[in-house]
């Protein structure tokens, strides 16, 4: 191989050639001839392209790495020969132009140099010039400062060795201070003053950085000026400070003792205090004032703290001392903060001041609040146990426990509402104005003892078992104090009746109330403590499993599964207490008179009459003396009446479950009132805009995203709950369904979808025996119904009137005491069984159908459906309802199909099983006659809908056609 500025050598691919025809060679001539199968060719050939893909990238790899490599190399020298003669020609032009410009070119430098020089120049004599102007201005400040600070040293009586010694505890005597706080004040200014003019024209330098230099010095005293500026300002900064800092502690100490004014000149203390507070900015003594004020506080909340334990624990109170401390603290950051923004424009001083405050404060709210709980002890539990100790057991009344609760929630609430307050006062000096931002409760209150302490007390499991032995109590008292109402009124019609209030007046037992009320009032207390953690814990472990589920819910069901319920009616019911009471008001009157009487013109439905006739029903009516049946009743044999006035147990409880399911129902909407109208819904002003704090808990839980938190787990509850409920209310109205109208619709329906009077289709209870296949036909087997109607038939709807009439008149007492969505979920439940057990077993009975059978039938389900499914109140058909009915009304729209949707099948004889058709047979006259063939929907029809009715069902309903 030649070297890369070489071509390449010949013998490298030669060599590639070479090798590759002796390969070939080889599998060509000893290879090939020995091939005794396809599978050795196949292998051949993949040998042969192995070989050809080889040479080929061998070669490719000689031209890429070398013949490529050398032609790039060479063009590369090219360019490179190019570009080396192209820089040499233009330093050429540059050598020959540079020897005509250099006597040019050297004189634009030494311009150059001149121009620099010169703006150097003006540079300097412009500071000069600043600095000048700056001592044009300090001078007669200087020289007032001189003044004042002379006249302060001759009245303030300074000894020299004030000033000689930094560290001397040497004080200003208070007696000379206080009569000159004005000059005192005034020379702060005018030493202040001196600042801002520096800073007017350097604002990076400082007043002793104009003073100390050696100009200054030369130029600045005079007769007025008799020391270096420099010392008489810094000797004036020392005495300005000393006097302040004295006026503010002796100022301080006299307003703590009440004494208002020095009474040697008749100055207030105050005065003195807001000068000595003022003055310390002006000395550029930031640090100091703040240090001197939070001293002064401290003291005020340490005194106020004692006044306050003192004179609440000799009157043998001090339930509200924490309240009383944190008002005044409250009042005090208020009225002081306002006071110090005005003199500290650094809002990082006020924010010392805040956490100073609290700092003291935090110490006296412990030590009262440790007063309290355990006087709260040993008044609810008769002896001192420490808190995180305590169980439900150690109380021995109700009364105590209920009082602790309420007196702990109240110390909580107390302090949290502190909290909110300074945490807003905090803020207001972290932020800018109208940053939107969220409220972050800062360092310094979350590590307070105060707050520490009550989160161990929330998170223990003490008080925990205590909150809900607390809750279990109160729920207790609402079933002691149950009163179960009368629901004779809302029964004793087949009309709708009207109710003596609103539409929400049902019968539903006064827990519901209870409860409601219960319940608001601990959501008030969660509420009113602000405290994140104590309702996050609520919302989260005991407000829906315990508190509604368990506590309130589960005892509701545990009272519904003592009760025993066998299958009944709904009809009136008094005790017999009242009837004896009846009898004793009535005692010229029958026993049987009496309970007649009492039902009223209005009787209830009672289905043990259904068989009366219509001349029993008169007899009654003559017996009672009224009219009980009008002329429009009489003449209708549909109208049953009932005065059944009962004591039965069993009559008792069903009227309960009736009032526990509508009670139940109604937790709904106390929850969503209670939880989402009233907490998370917004609130109004009085403008009927939205406030700005949106709703109750975004006003009350400030900090972060708790309201956001909060507001979510309320919304898990009530999601939760109504699911629950829902699931109770849908078994329990199936229980009363099968309870007290099932059999009921079972005995009205036998009348209905019969071809002829006397001829019924009786399907009972035993919903599950349907005809075979094969036994379908005139003759069939077991049914030999048939539904073949004349033109005369079409118009008498007699039955089905009858059916509907019954039907409504057994639902409407349900209607009238069941709430409006329940007895919604009991009508599906009708309408449900109606559908799958009675109408559609019913018509798959029929063996034989004509075209005007299938009008008639069409009719007669349309009239159903449509009593079934009207809406009273909306004056429209409830189609949630109506889908109820949608098999059904599939099945007619089969029967109305041509014989062309159809594609008729023909079975072969060998894949019919006649054994099961011919098993128990009671008719052997017709065991023989089998259907050997079938029909199937067509596909555009079978792709129209969802069809609920399966291919057998179909095949069956068609075959009944004739």
Known sequence: MSSNNTLVNKNDYTEIISNYNTQLNNILKNKLPAVTNTDELIEIASELKDLKQECKHELINIINKN??????????????????????YTKYHQNVKLTSLAPKNETLQHFKQIILLNKKQEYQFELVRKYIKVLYCLKPLLIDLSKNFILLKQKLKCEKAFFLNSDS???????????????????????????????????????????????????????????????????????????????????????????????????????????????FPLLNENETGVKQYIKYIQSIISDASRDIITSDTQAGKINNSLFKLLKVASAIINTHIDILSNYYSDRTWLIKVMEGILLELDVQSGLIIDMILDSLIRESIGSYKDILEITPQDFKRDFDLENFVKQLFEIIGVWNMFEKFFCFKYTSFTHKENENSLVIKPKCLINCNVDIKIKDILGSVSFKNILRENIQLNINTIFKMETIPDINRYINSFEKIDLDHDEVDFPVSSILDDFSIIFKKYLILFINTGN?????????????????????????????????????????????????????????????????????????????????????????????????????????????????ITDDVTMKDFHLLLIYINTISSIKPVLHQLLIDELIEPEYNSNEHLSANKSVIGSTFVFEGNAEVLTKEIMKIV?????????????????????????????????????????????GQ????????????????????????????????????????????????????????????????????????????????????????????????????????????????????????????????????????????????????????????????????FVHYRYVLNKDLKELMEWLLTNEEINRIRMILV
């Open 67 to 88: 013949l490529i490599t050398n032609y790039e190399t060479f063009q590369r020298n090219i360019e490179l020969q190019k570009t080396t003669i192209g820089l040499n």
């Open 169 to 279: 505890n040497i004080e200003l005597n208070i007696d000379f201070l206080i009569p000159e706080f004005n000059l005192i004040f005034k020379t702060c200014e005018i030493y202040n003053s001196l600042d801002t003019e520096v800073q007017k024209i350097f604002p990076d330098l400082n007043k002793y950085d104009i003073f100390e230099t050696q100009f200054s010095k030369k130029i600045l005293p005079c007769v007025d000026i008799p020391d270096e500026p420099i010392t008489i300002v810094k000797q004036s900064h020392s005495l300005l400070l000393s006097a302040i800092s004295k006026m503010f502690i002796e100022s301080s100490k006299n307003l703590e003792q009440n004494n208002k004014i020095y009474k040697k000149t008749d100055i207030k203390y105050s005065e003195v205090l807001d000068i000595s507070l003022k003055s």
């Open 532 to 644: 994140f953690q104590i309702f996050e814990e609520f919302l989260q472990n005991i407000c829906l499993t315990d508190f509604i589920n368990n506590d309130f819910i589960k005892t509701i069901l545990n009272k519904l599964g003592s009760l025993s319920i066998v299958t009944t009616n709904l009809c009136q019911y008094l005790e017999k207490e009242k009837l004896n009471l009846l009898q004793q008001m009535n005692s010229g009157s029958t026993p049987e008179l009496i309970e007649q009487e009492a039902a009223g013109g209005k009787s209830l439905f009672n289905l043990q009459h259904y068989t009366a006739t219509i001349f029993q029903q008169q007899q009654q009516a003559m017996k009672l003396g009224k009219d009980l049946i009008n002329s429009s009743k009489q003449s209708s044999s549909n109208f049953v009446i009932s005065n059944n």
């Open 719 to 763: 999601d939760s709950s109504h699911d629950y409920i829902s699931k109770i209310i849908s078994n329990y109205t199936l229980k009363m369904f099968q309870i007290g109208v099932k059999n009921n619709l079972f005995e009205f329906s036998r009348k209905i979808l019969n071809s002829e009077k006397n001829k019924f289709i009786d399907i």
């Open 766 to 929: 035993d919903t599950t025996s349907l005809p075979a296949l094969s036994t379908v036909g005139e003759f069939a087997r077991g049914f030999k119904f048939s539904y073949v109607c004349s033109s005369s038939d079409l118009s008498d709807l007699s039955d089905i009137s009858e059916f509907i009439k019954k039907i409504e008149l057994l639902l409407q007492p349900y209607e009238n005491v069941m709430l409006p969505n329940v007895y919604y979920i009991f009508k599906l439940k009708v309408c449900e069984f109606l559908n799958d057990f009675v109408f559609v077993k019913k018509i798959m009975k029929i063996a034989k159908i004509n075209s005007l059978g299938i009008i008639k039938l069409e009719k007669e389900v349309n009239s159903i459906i449509k009593a079934l499914c009207f809406d009273n109140k909306k004056g429209l058909i409830d189609y949630s309802l109506k889908i109820k009915f949608d098999k059904l009304l599939q099945i007619i729209e089969v029967l109305n199909f041509d014989e062309s949707d159809f594609q008729k099948i023909t079975l072969e004889k060998d894949n019919i099983d006649i054994s099961a058709e011919v098993e128990d047979s009671d008719d052997d006259e017709y065991a023989g006659d």
